[in-house]
């Protein structure tokens, strides 16, 4: 943790900033987790004042009925600034550079300058442009830090280009591409689970496991968010980064070491090794479809934007060949979940009954694993019985914190390993590239589904393909039933 550095928040009025970030940095002012000189500035071409700032974090402490600790706030208050720029404009970059160059406590020859863009993408360019020209991208003295925001591009190409633009102004060692699913502490308990746990080391491989299923599923729809959401959709919003990371810490080799390089590039070897989905396959390897009223929603009767997405990926490797992996996500969905679940194979023909394991993501995060068990009784009829880890009965003395706090912790210290590097994201890209080309002006395999149900109920069918209908409907059936 360095003893001086400056924050840059770009877009403070935005719902990302005031949801996530303000509130972040009051539970890390409120934990003592901040350098001990740390200032926040924060651009605006609003006539944003820092009193707005600090009311918009009560105003999200107060939805969470949590209890505030004035004093923190009161501290907060004290390193936040706001800067009135455009940030559109080149030669408004003067104004920050002189509110970074203050002189004063954090204001040190060694102070570390993160910038964090919680903008639209269109803006990136201009942003980094602005700091490039203005000589706060190259200060090496001040260690500069580009923190990012997905979407990374919108498909294969887009991402290359962008990420060769951002690359000639900040190198790749200095960028965070932020990916929060990656900060949870349920995501970061994946690697400790399978590589602390050695019972698990001989059963994790197509020798034990018969199938892979992810789901991240919400209940919420677009929510006011209609401009983003027709350019992007379910497979770019949720499958190409948050669903395909948690696909590759599930199933990549043990990295050498624990280090950021060694889990990077254990990520990244099993990225490559997924089978992308080709132009001829989508049809058989993917689902679409779509809530029924979306198109009322966005006052756009023409939208071909699919709000649920399910592929079917094959990882070409010798430990997972041959084992179906299905990932799905959607919005307007029964029941708001992240989990991921490994079937496991049973060992004779016949036997109906498979072992579960279950990693919870989100909420109720924990892990859960099925098993078979007699019934107390005089006859031998059994039952699915569960054996299962929550956090917040084994950790209920710890407060769990939220994923952008450990983002920008990460980020303050230069820890990039819950981060995603350039060859992720394009190699996530190619995954799907061609599910982007095939779904693009063409409707045809949109289905409607059911606000609040599990999605198309072409689902069932499309994963008989797989032999994994039976798991989508034993899912359902245990979420029903609680
Ligand atoms: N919201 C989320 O939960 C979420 C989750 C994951 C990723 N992201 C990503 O995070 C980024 C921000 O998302 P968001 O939802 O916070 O967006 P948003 O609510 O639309 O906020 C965008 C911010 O950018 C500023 N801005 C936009 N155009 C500008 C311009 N020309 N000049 C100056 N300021 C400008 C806005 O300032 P004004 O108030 O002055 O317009 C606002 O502060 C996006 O890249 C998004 O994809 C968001």
Same mark, same amino acid.
């Given at each position: 943790m360095p003893d001086n550095a400056v924050f840059v928040i770009f877009g403070v009025t935005g719902d990302l900033a005031k949801r996530k970030l303000l509130p972040a940095l009051y539970w890390l002012m409120d934990s003592s987790s901040l350098p001990k000189n740390f200032r926040i500035l924060c651009t605006s071409r609003r006539d944003t004042s820092v009193d707005d700032v600090i009311k918009s974090i009560v105003h999200v402490l107060e939805?969470? =009925?949590? =209890?505030?600790?004035?004093?923190?706030?009161?501290?907060?208050?004290?390193?936040? %600034?706001?800067?009135?720029?455009?940030?559109? &404009?080149? @030669? $408004?970059?003067?104004?920050?550079?002189? @509110?970074?160059? %203050?002189?004063?406590?954090?204001?040190?020859k060694d102070t570390c300058y993160l910038y964090y863009l919680a903008v639209p993408p269109e803006m990136f360019s201009a942003i980094v442009g602005g700091l490039e020209s203005n000589g706060l991208a190259s200060d090496n003295s001040h260690n500069p830090r580009l923190l990012i925001e997905k979407p990374f591009g919108y498909n294969y190409d887009s991402a290359l280009e962008l990420i060769g633009q951002i690359e000639k102004v900040f190198p790749e060692e200095s960028i965070y591409r932020v990916d929060h699913y990656l900060a949870k502490e349920t995501t970061q308990n994946i690697i400790t689970f399978r590589f602390c746990n050695p019972i698990f080391s001989n059963i994790w491989n197509n020798r034990s496991v018969d199938s892979i299923l992810i789901t991240a599923a919400e209940t919420i729809g677009v929510e006011g968010r209609a401009n983003f959401y027709e350019k992007t959709g379910?497979? /770019? $919003?949720?499958?190409?980064?948050?669903?395909? %990371?948690?696909?590759?810490?599930?199933?990549?080799?043990?990295?050498?070491?624990? =280090?950021? &390089?060694?889990?990077? $590039?254990?990520?990244? &070897?099993?990225? %490559?090794?997924?089978?992308?989905? /080709?132009?001829?396959?989508?049809?058989?390897?993917?689902?679409?479809?779509?809530?029924? !009223?979306?198109?009322?929603?966005?006052?756009?009767? !023409? @939208? !071909?934007?699919?709000?649920?997405a399910a592929l079917k990926l094959n990882i070409n490797n010798d430990r997972w060949k041959n084992v179906p992996v299905l990932l799905r996500t959607g919005k307007s969905m029964a029941q708001k979940l992240t989990e991921i679940t490994l079937v496991f194979k049973s060992d004779e023909p016949g036997n109906t009954h498979r072992n579960m394991l279950t990693i919870r993501i989100q909420p109720d995060e924990g892990i859960i694993l099925n098993l078979l068990a007699k019934k107390p009784s005089l006859t031998d009829e059994t039952q699915t019985v569960l054996m299962d880890f929550y956090y917040n009965q084994s950790f209920k003395n710890h407060r769990q914190p939220d994923a952008y706090e450990r983002v920008l912790v990460d980020a303050i210290r230069g820890d990039k390993t819950l981060f995603t590097t350039d060859q992720e994201v394009l190699a996530s890209w190619k995954i799907i590239d061609d599910i982007l080309t095939s779904w693009k002006d063409n409707k045809d395999s949109l289905q409607l589904y059911r606000q609040g149900s599990w999605g198309p109920e072409g689902e069932d069918q499309w994963a008989q393909n797989f032999g994994t209908d039976w798991l989508i409907a034993a899912k359902q059936e245990e979420q029903i039933d609680g």
């Open positions: 939805l969470q =009925s949590i =209890s505030i600790n004035y004093h923190s706030l009161e501290k907060l208050k004290e390193i936040v %600034q706001i800067v009135h720029m455009d940030i559109g &404009k080149a @030669s $408004d970059y003067a104004i920050l550079k002189s @509110s970074l160059e %203050q002189k004063d406590s954090v204001g040190s379910a497979l /770019r $919003d949720f499958i190409q980064n948050h669903v395909i %990371q948690l696909l590759a810490l599930v199933t990549m080799e043990k990295p050498a070491t624990t =280090s950021s &390089k060694d889990i990077h $590039d254990a990520k990244l &070897k099993l990225l %490559q090794e997924i089978d992308p989905i /080709r132009l001829e396959d989508v049809d058989e390897q993917t689902l679409r479809g779509q809530y029924e !009223g979306y198109t009322e929603e966005i006052s756009n009767p !023409g @939208s !071909g934007t699919e709000t649920y």
